[in-house]
C-alpha cells in the first residue's frame, strides 16, 4: 500500500522528483567520488563561474520553453554578442555601451525569431535554426577577415566578470529574482504557461498571443545579451567556436531540472535554478574525479538520454484512463 | 419472439478498476442478436467503459464474457473487429490528413495492393460503395478529412465500421455530434442491423433517442447494473429515476413560460456576413436567454464565434451597451473589455487548459483584469469563491482541470466568465456530453445566471433544450436566420424543424 503511495506520488510530481532527485544524486555522487573536494573552496568558486553564463540563459529560456517554443539559437546569438562586444569595446573603451549594444544586438535577433513565428506562421524551431546559421555565420566571416581570432585590447576592463565571483553571483542572483517574480507572479508568466499548454484556449480567454511572445523572446534575448559578458569574459578571446553547443547545454540543464520542453503548466523556474547547478555540478565532477576529458561529452550525452528516456518512458505508458 | 432472440454476447461479473476506483462492478449483460440494446446511466455510470471492454479498448479486471457460448478474450481493437465487433466511439476517431478512402480502410491497405503499390482508385471506389451503403451520397472518398466536417467525419467512421459486417455494432454516445440528419442516417443503419438479426448496443444521454430506438434499456448507476427494461415498460419518469436512483423534479428546465424580456438591449448584431453567415442580425437584452437552433453547418457557432470577435466578418458589425457606453466588438480583447464571455463547443480543446489547474484556468480568463503583479492570495481567493459559488468537486483548486468530470469541467469554463464579470455569455451546447444530473445544475445554473441580468446566448443542437430554457429562438439555415420562435408552452420540435430543413 505505502509502495503504490509512493509510486504514484513520484508519477504525480515527476518534475520535482528528476529535478531534485537529479541534484541529490549528483551532490551525493561527487562528493563520494571526489571525497569531498568537490565542494572544496577553491573548487567552489570555479563552480561558480562556470554555471554563470549557463545560468542566466538557462532563466531566460523557461520563459521559450513554456510557452512551447524550443530555441536552439542562443548559443550562437551569445557568440555573436561577444564579438559585437569585443569590437565595439576596442573601438570606444567603454564597457556600458558594450554590453548595451550586445543586448540590444541579442534582442534584435530574438525579435526577428519572433516576427518570422508570430507573423509568417512557421515553426518556431526553424527560425531559431536560421538566426543560429545567421549569427554563426555572421561570425565565422568577420574572423575571417581577422586572421581567424580577434582579441580584447583592453582585457583588464571586463576580467573582473571572470575574476570577480561577487559579480557573477551579482548577475545570478538579479536574473534569477527577476525570473521567478516574472514567470510566478505576473500576468506574463501565466498566459506564457497557458499558450504552452493550449494555444486556442488560451486565445479564447483573452491571452494576446503575439504581446506574450514578443515578450518572451524579449526576456530570451536580454538574458543571453548580458551572458555573452561572461561568455567573453571566461573566454577571453573571440575564436570561431565561441558560445559553441550551449544551446544544448540549456536543454539539458532544464530538462535535469524537471523542465518539460512542450512547456505549458508544469514549467518551473527552479528547473532552470537547479538543473543548471545539477549540471555544472555534473561537468565540473567529472573533471574533478578524474574522468578524462575525451569521455566527458560522452558520459554527459548517456545522462541526458537516461534523463530523457525516464521521463518519456513515463509519458508514453499510458495511465489506462476511464473514457 | 423473446425466445426467439439468440443471445450473442454475454457478460459475466464484468469488474473494470482504474487504479482503487471501481469503474464498473460485476455487471452482467445478455446481448441478443435482432436487439438493439441501450444502455444509459450518468457521467462515470460505467456505459463507455463496458462497451470499451467488449471491444477490447479497455482491458478486463474480472470477470468473463461469452461471444456465442465461447469464451471470449479479445487481445486487440482489431481482434475484436475480427470477432465481429466494431465501435464508433465519443471522440474523433478519423485522421485529418487523410483521406476518407484511407480512412476507412486503415489498417486494411493490404487488399488493393496491386503489384506493391496501394490502388487508390480501386479503394476509393470500395470507398464510395462503403458510403452508399449507408446511405451517404455527398462524402467524396478523394476528399481529406480535414476537410470535412465533425459530423461528415464521423458518418465516415460509421461506414468503416459497418463495412466490416459487424455482428455487434456499438454505438458510443455519437449521437450528440450527428445533426438530425445524420442521426437519421444512423437510426436507419441501427434498425437495418436489427432486422438482419445482428446486435447492436447504444450507449447515449438523450433519453428520448433511447426510448425511441432501442428494444431493452439496461441502466447503470455508478459501475452497478440497476435494471433492464423491454420496450413495452419504458417509461420516462421511471428511467430517469433509476438514472438517478432519486426523484427528478418537475422544473428540469426553467419553469415559467414568460418570454417577455425588459431588459435594455445589451449586444445588437447588424447584417453580419462572413464565409458562412449571411445577414445576421438580432438583439440580446439583459436578462434574456436567447436560444440559436439550426443544424450543423448552418452557421450556428460561427454566430457565437463572431459575437465573441473569433470570426472574420466580412460585413456587419457588433455592438454591446455596457451601462450606456456603445462599443463595437472586433476582437476577442474588444469582447473581453466588454463583459462577454464564450464557452466553445469544444470543451477540452478549446475553453480549458486540461493540464492546467482548476485555479489556474479560472484566473486565466480574469487575468486582463487583475494588476501586472499577481500573489498567490489573490489567486486563491479568486478561485475559492468560483469553486464555492459554483461547487465544483475537486480535491483542491490546485488538482488538474483534465481529471474532472464532463460536468466540473463545464462548471469551471462557467465559472472562468462569470468570475470575470461577464454580462454577457456565449455558451456553444453547454450540455454536450454531460449527463442529466449535471444537465440540471447546468440549466438551474443558466436561469439563475438570467435572474441576475445576464445575457445568455444560448447556441444548441438540442430541440428540447432550447424549447425548454430560451425566451426567444432564432433558428439558422444556410448562415441565416430563417425563422423565430417566442417562449410558450406549445412550442415543440416540429415548430423549429420546419425552419431548419
Known amino acids: 500500500m505505502n509502495s503504490n503511495k509512493l509510486i504514484s506520488f513520484i508519477k504525480n510530481n515527476r518534475n520535482a522528483v528528476v529535478c531534485y532527485g537529479s541534484f541529490l544524486a549528483v551532490v551525493l555522487g561527487f562528493s563520494v567520488m571526489t571525497k569531498g573536494q568537490i565542494f572544496s573552496a577553491y573548487n567552489l568558486k570555479s563552480l561558480i563561474g562556470q554555471m554563470c553564463v549557463l545560468m542566466i540563459i538557462s532563466c531566460g529560456m523557461i520563459f521559450m520553453f513554456g510557452h512551447g517554443t524550443v530555441d536552439i539559437a542562443s548559443g550562437a546569438v551569445a557568440g555573436l554578442c561577444s564579438l559585437v562586444i569585443t569590437l565595439v569595446l576596442n573601438k570606444t573603451e567603454n564597457l556600458g555601451f558594450s554590453i548595451v549594444i550586445s543586448i540590444v544586438v541579442s534582442v534584435l535577433l530574438y525579435l526577428f525569431m519572433w516576427f518570422v513565428t508570430a507573423y509568417l506562421g512557421l515553426m518556431s524551431i526553424i527560425a531559431s535554426l536560421a538566426v543560429m546559421f545567421i549569427a554563426r555565420g555572421i561570425v565565422t566571416y568577420i574572423l575571417s577577415l581577422n586572421d581567424g581570432r580577434i582579441n580584447i585590447m583592453h582585457y583588464n576592463l571586463i576580467m573582473p566578470f571572470k575574476s570577480d565571483i561577487r559579480l557573477s553571483i551579482a548577475a545570478m542572483a538579479v536574473v534569477i529574482i527577476a525570473g521567478l517574480i516574472l514567470f510566478n507572479y505576473t500576468k506574463l508568466g501565466k498566459y506564457c504557461k497557458a499558450i504552452g499548454d493550449n494555444k486556442l484556449s488560451a486565445i479564447q480567454s483573452g491571452t494576446n498571443v503575439k504581446a506574450v511572445m514578443f515578450w518572451c523572446y524579449v526576456i530570451a534575448g536580454v538574458c543571453v545579451g548580458i551572458a555573452s559578458l561572461f561568455l567573453l569574459a571566461r573566454g577571453g578571446n573571440v575564436g570561431k567556436n565561441i558560445g559553441a553547443g550551449k544551446e544544448m547545454d540549456v536543454m539539458v540543464a532544464v530538462i535535469l531540472g524537471g523542465m518539460n520542453l512542450n512547456g505549458g503548466a508544469k514549467s518551473r523556474m527552479e528547473a532552470a535554478i537547479i538543473g543548471t547547478i545539477t549540471y555544472t555540478l555534473l561537468a565540473n565532477g567529472l573533471t574533478v574525479a578524474g574522468v578524462a576529458q575525451e569521455y566527458i561529452t560522452l558520459v554527459k550525452g548517456i545522462i541526458f538520454i537516461v534523463i530523457i528516456g525516464l521521463t518519456l518512458r513515463q509519458n508514453k505508458t499510458v495511465r489506462e484512463m476511464p473514457r | ?176 455530434a450527428l445533426s438530425q440528419h445524420g442521426r437519421e442516417i444512423l437510426y436507419k443503419l441501427i434498425h437495418k442491423l436489427r432486422d438482419d438479426n445482428k446486435a447492436v448496443l447504444l450507449i447515449s444521454h438523450d433519453l428520448q433517442e433511447l426510448m425511441d430506438n432501442c428494444d431493452v434499456l439496461t441502466v447503470l448507476r455508478d459501475g452497478n447494473l440497476v435494471e433492464t427494461i423491454s420496450k413495452d415498460e419504458f417509461n420516462e419518469d421511471r428511467i430517469k429515476k433509476s438514472m438517478v436512483g432519486r426523484e427528478i423534479k418537475g422544473d428540469y428546465y426553467r419553469s415559467d413560460y414568460d418570454g417577455k424580456c425588459d431588459g435594455k438591449v445589451i449586444v445588437r448584431a447588424e447584417n453580419l456576413e462572413s464565409d458562412t453567415l449571411c445577414d445576421v442580425s438580432f438583439d440580446l437584452k439583459e436578462g434574456q436567454i436567447l436560444g440559436i437552433a439550426g443544424l450543423s453547418g448552418s452557421g450556428m457557432h460561427e454566430l457565437g464565434r463572431a459575437i465573441f470577435g473569433l470570426e472574420k466578418l466580412k460585413k456587419g458589425r457588433v455592438t454591446t451597451f455596457i451601462s450606456d457606453k456603445e462599443s463595437e466588438i472586433k476582437s476577442v480583447k474588444d469582447a473581453l473589455s466588454n463583459n462577454i464571455g464564450y464557452i466553445s463547443k469544444d470543451r477540452d480543446k478549446e475553453a480549458l487548459v486540461l493540464p492546467a489547474s482548476i485555479k489556474d484556468n479560472l484566473v486565466l480568463a480574469n487575468l486582463s483584469k487583475m494588476k501586472f503583479f499577481i500573489t498567490k492570495k489573490t489567486e486563491k481567493e479568486f478561485a475559492q469563491k468560483i469553486i464555492d459559488d459554483l461547487n465544483i468537486k475537486c480535491s483542491s483548486m490546485n488538482q488538474a482541470v483534465g481529471e474532472l468530470s464532463g460536468g466540473n469541467k463545464q462548471k469551471v469554463s462557467f465559472g472562468k466568465w462569470i468570475g470575470n464579470d461577464s454580462k454577457i455569455i456565449i455558451m456553444d451546447s453547454p450540455t454536450r456530453g454531460v449527463d442529466i444530473g449535471v444537465k440540471t445544475t447546468m440549466y438551474q445554473l443558466i436561469t439563475e445566471l438570467k435572474k441576475q441580468g445576464y445575457a445568455i446566448l444560448l447556441i444548441s443542437e438540442e430541440m428540447q433544450e432550447l424549447i425548454g430554457m430560451s425566451d426567444e429562438i432564432l433558428i439558422m439555415k444556410d448562415g441565416a436566420i430563417s425563422g423565430r420562435a417566442q417562449r410558450s408552452a406549445e412550442l415543440g420540435e416540429q415548430d423549429i424543424i420546419s425552419y431548419m430543413i
Open chain 2, 1 to 176: 419472439m423473446e425466445e426467439k432472440r439468440k443471445l450473442l454476447i454475454e457478460t459475466k461479473d464484468l469488474t473494470k478498476k482504474f487504479n482503487d476506483v471501481v469503474a464498473v462492478n460485476k455487471v452482467s449483460i445478455k446481448i441478443n442478436r435482432g436487439e438493439i440494446l441501450g444502455l444509459i446511466g450518468e457521467n462515470g455510470s460505467g456505459k463507455s467503459t463496458i462497451s470499451s471492454m467488449i471491444s477490447a479498448i479497455h482491458t478486463v479486471t474480472s470477470g468473463e464474457m461469452f461471444l456465442d457460448g465461447k469464451k471470449y478474450t479479445p487481445s486487440s481493437r482489431m481482434d475484436a473487429i475480427d470477432n465481429g465487433i466494431t465501435m464508433i466511439v465519443q471522440e474523433a476517431g478519423t485522421i485529418d490528413g487523410l483521406t476518407v478512402a484511407e480512412n476507412i480502410f486503415l489498417g486494411d491497405e493490404k487488399r488493393f495492393i496491386k503489384r506493391g503499390i496501394v490502388d487508390g482508385r480501386k479503394m476509393e471506389e470500395e470507398a464510395k460503395k462503403a458510403l452508399l451503403s449507408i446511405g451517404i451520397e455527398d462524402i467524396e472518398p478523394s476528399a481529406t478529412a480535414a476537410m470535412l466536417s465533425f459530423e461528415e467525419r464521423k458518418l465516415v467512421e460509421v461506414a468503416k465500421a459497418v463495412y466490416y459486417d459487424p455482428e455487434l455494432f456499438i454505438v458510443d454516445e455519437t449521437t450528440t
